[in-house]
């Protein structure tokens, strides 16, 4: 299915990684900017799997990765970047979880850095995960929680999840949200879930981390990230980046806090009903102040209630696990994508599903 760029963009992104590994060259990273700036008015870096090598290997498929797309057409290019260049450029990392496969470049780069000295945000919890990296011991100590310490390259700067936006680049803010991935040996793991907003136009986007699956956990998490994004859709908000690591059939006890396209497709159903529930109570507030009617019981929603609720969002697939054996006659990440079609088509709630393809670069 061929991608629709919204009428009005406001970012560009570049992906320098969107696997779930275990392809160590293809990690979650991705390069944020307002569409109206220059990539060296300051960069987003959204996850820091991959970094500068493979951001290098890119460069050498696409030199013109990073280049005004009219102005490379029209053959007018003065200036190219190297990816030294361009990680010189970040502003600021924002992290949804301290994994490894989220984290990786951020840490082996962080002493050749180039440029000013760079934020690294996340939840508090995500910032007390990394610090164990950066222990001079797994790593050299690089970061530092002191605004003051300007003797290393990275200051940790925790998110609150308060509902509120923080500006965290030039004319970008975030909203966090914390999700469930799972559980381990030391109880429930937190990943996130980021409003990207972009402040002159106050359209945004929302990005995943790692998503467990509400259906399976204790204490549903994510349904709180659908209720916040429910009104903006899809007029201020029409892109959503959200993981989908393994095809369908994985039990869920093999899950590890993944999605599948079947949970997937019941989040999406969950974000859809939350659409129509809004929409259904707007009605009702305007009704108000108009002749009485019958009412609608908002808890009685049926599929065709839900029929195109999410018509005009694209949601993009993130997180596919590669399969790396060789024998798939098509990459996993093909095969996932297309699982999630079908479901999205058969239950008709309208959105777009689209693969995330490494090198490529989205306009938002």
Request: aromatic letters at 8%.
């Amino acid at each position: 299915m061929p991608l629709s760029p919204p009428s009005a963009v406001s970012f560009d992104l570049v992906v320098v990684g969107a696997g779930g590994g275990p392809d160590e060259t293809n990690l979650s990273a991705y390069l944020v900017k307002p569409h109206d700036a220059e990539w060296e008015d300051g960069i987003l870096a959204l996850e820091a799997g991959s970094g500068q090598g493979t951001l290098a290997q890119l460069l050498r498929k696409n030199p013109l990765l990073f280049l005004n797309p009219v102005s490379a057409e029209e053959g007018s290019i003065n200036k190219m970047y190297s990816a030294s260049d361009i990680y010189s450029f970040v502003r600021c990392f924002l992290l949804t979880h301290a994994h490894l496969d989220h984290i990786n470049s951020l840490v082996v780069s962080a002493g050749s850095l180039r440029g000013c000295r760079k934020r690294v945000y996340g939840l508090k919890q995500t910032l007390q995960d990394l610090e164990l990296v950066f222990s001079d011991r797994i790593w050299p100590n690089l970061a530092s929680w002191k605004e003051q310490d300007d003797e290393v390259k990275l200051l940790y700067s925790a998110l609150t999840p308060d509902g509120k936006y923080k500006v965290v680049c030039p004319d970008i803010a975030v909203q966090t949200i914390p999700v469930n991935h799972g559980r381990n040996t030391l109880g429930q793991y937190t990943s996130t879930a980021f409003f990207i907003r972009h402040e002159p136009s106050l359209h945004e986007f929302l990005f995943f981390g790692d998503v467990e699956p509400d259906s399976i956990t204790n204490e549903p998490q994510t349904i709180n990230v659908w209720r916040a994004a429910a009104p903006k859709i899809p007029d201020t908000l029409s892109s959503i980046f959200i993981e989908c690591s393994w095809p369908s059939g994985r039990k869920d006890d093999l899950l590890f806090g993944h999605l599948t396209p079947e949970h997937l497709g019941n989040e999406l159903t969950a974000l859809a009903t939350e659409v129509v529930k809004f929409k259904i109570a707007s009605q009702q507030s305007e009704s108000r102040r108009r002749p009485a009617r019958k009412k609608q019981k908002r808890n009685s929603l049926t599929s065709a209630d839900l029929k195109d609720a999410l018509a005009g969002v694209r949601i993009f697939i993130i997180h596919c696990k590669d399969e790396m054996n060789g024998d798939l006659t098509r990459p996993i990440r093909d095969v996932i994508v297309g699982q999630v079609q079908r479901i999205v088509e058969e239950r008709g709630l309208g959105a777009q599903v689209i693969s995330t393809e490494q090198g490529t670069r989205i306009a938002i």
